[in-house]
Structure formats: structure tokens, C-alpha cells
């Protein structure tokens, strides 16, 4: 197996298994609603950032580079939406308290990526770091697109297990709801680096 695919491998692994918005919204949305109805939302995690990925590969995120000032707006409208989801994840009712908060579906999640700003700095990264111009272009983003995708998976269900595991834990509506305000603040601490870097 070639170097540079192990270390691709590797570093998508560690990206999608370290705490961010993507992986707390999965361990929220399986300890509230279950694995099987958080799927589609992990899919469209896996299937958007990969894409996204192969598109800023590509080259998308050298003209956003061109352009500063659509770099901060872009992190200032993850860091919102992000705000909205966590108040969302905060004050979703326990199972039988009134109506439960939508699972965030297949498209919600696959747009997500555009403005989820840890997305963009794993982007950035995998395109400074993988690719190369001794390789066709071509070759290089279906690798780095497939790659994301398969590990993607994986490394979600980890946390849709751990959220589930903590949804069974915590029977009393009251424990639910602190578990579900802590997920809301971690999600507003993970975009804290990002947004002070900026």
C-alpha cells in the first residue's frame, strides 16, 4: 500500500473521529432519537464533506482565498447556524415531554459542511497536504473523495454510539436535558478556536 494513501487514511480518521459540530450533533441526535433515525444525518455528513473536500481540492478553495473577505463570512454564518443548532440541541423536550426536535436529515447535513468551519480547515489541509503535482488531478481528488467517504462512517457511528449509550443511560427527562444542554455547549466550544483564529 502506498505511503501517501495510508497517512490520507490516517488523517481522515483523525479528523472525523476528534470532537466537532458534526460528531456532538450525532451523539445528541442518537441519544434523542436513536441510531437508525440519525443514519441519514451521518450519511449526509459523510457524502457532503466528501464532496465538499473534492471541490475544494479542486480548486474552489483557492478562488474563496482570492476573495478574503468570503472567508470570514463564511465562518461567521457557520458559527450562527451552528449557535441555532446547539440552542436547538439545548432545548430539545425529553421523549414523552411534547414535541421532539427534528433529526437534521440527509441534505440538512450535507449542506451543513459548506459552513461548518471545522470542515473547511480539514479542506484546506488535506489540499496542501495530498496533493501533488506529479499525479493527475483527477486520480488524486477520487481518491481523497473515497477515502473520506468510506471512513466516514465508521468514525460517525462511534459517536452516534456513544450518544446512544448515553441516551439509555439517562432515563429522567431531567438527566436528558442536562446531557443535552452539556452536547449544546460543546458544540459552541468546538467553533471557539476557530473563530479566535480568524
Known amino acids: 500500500m502506498d505511503a501517501t494513501l495510508v497517512s490520507l487514511v490516517g488523517f481522515s480518521i483523525a479528523m472525523y473521529i476528534t470532537p466537532g459540530p458534526n460528531n456532538v450533533m450525532v451523539a445528541a441526535s442518537a441519544a434523542n432519537h436513536g441510531i437508525r433515525a440519525t443514519m441519514p444525518h ?100 477520487a481518491r481523497i473523495f473515497a477515502v473520506f467517504l468510506v471512513v466516514g462512517m465508521p468514525c460517525l457511528l462511534v459517536w452516534a454510539l456513544l450518544g446512544s449509550g448515553a441516551g439509555r443511560l439517562l432515563h429522567s427527562p431531567a438527566r436528558l436535558r442536562t446531557f443535552n444542554v452539556a452536547m449544546a455547549l460543546l458544540l459552541v466550544a468546538s467553533l471557539i478556536p476557530v473563530l479566535i483564529e480568524g
Open 42 to 141: 451521518m450519511v449526509g455528513i459523510a457524502a457532503g464533506f466528501s464532496v465538499m473536500l473534492t471541490l475544494v481540492c479542486a480548486g474552489l478553495g483557492s478562488a474563496l482565498v482570492s476573495w478574503p473577505l468570503l472567508l470570514p463570512l463564511f465562518r461567521w454564518i457557520g458559527a450562527a447556524w451552528l449557535a441555532v443548532l446547539a440552542w436547538q440541541i439545548a432545548s430539545a423536550p425529553a421523549p414523552g415531554e411534547g414535541r421532539r426536535g427534528r433529526v437534521l436529515g440527509f441534505f440538512g447535513a450535507a449542506a451543513f459542511q459548506w459552513v461548518n468551519p471545522k470542515a473547511w480547515l480539514i479542506a484546506a489541509g488535506a489540499a496542501g497536504e495530498y496533493l501533488s503535482l506529479n499525479h493527475p488531478l483527477a486520480v488524486q481528488l
